[in-house]
């Protein structure tokens, strides 16, 4: 048994001068190390050599096209917004239930509690609803949250869709067939 303790103490010392030999003759036999990648590496123009005046040349024109691009995808959602009749926005939901009485009181209390906002009640069968604000960003949901939900704590901001203000539905054609 003493002499496998030996020969394991043995390994260990050999193992760990012969791995401090080689790390030092390693570094010392790279130190000379070069290597030239220059033939494959891509060559690429001389900019510095252009001319200052065509540089000024297609700045100018590339910001003309750019700005027209702009202008036309800035004239699409306009057509868009004005042909669509909803957006998606936020709320914020003060009452959720089943219990009509209990919905009308909770519109009644936020009036009470708070005359600036302007409560809105919907029914979406089973279910009443008491919702505050139409907001395009939940950030300017959060104001208005943060005022009700030291009266209401089970309030929420929550999506919603709205319908546009300035939706002007198409009027029929009066030359087109009706159809039944």
Partial sequence: M???????LLT????????????DSGSSAF???????????PEYPDYKAQTVESTANTSSSSAQSVDGQLDEVQ????????ADPY????????FSGIDRNQAFKTQDELKM???????????QQPRYLVKVGQYTYKIEAQKAFSQIKGQFPSARIIQDRFQRKEYVAPTPDSNAPIQN
Wanted: proline content about 4%.
């Fill in 2 to 8: 003493k002499n496998i303790w030996v020969l394991g």
């Fill in 31 to 41: 130190s000379t190390y070069q290597e030239d990648l220059s033939s494959s590496l």
């Fill in 12 to 23: 260990i010392l050999l193992g760990c001068k012969s791995m401090r030999s080689t790390s």
């Fill in 113 to 123: 509690y708070f005359p600036d906002l302007n409560p809105e009640m919907q029914y």
């Fill in 87 to 94: 957006f998606s926005g936020f709320t914020v939901l003060v």
């Fill in 75 to 82: 004239r699409r959602l306009v057509e868009k917004n004005k």
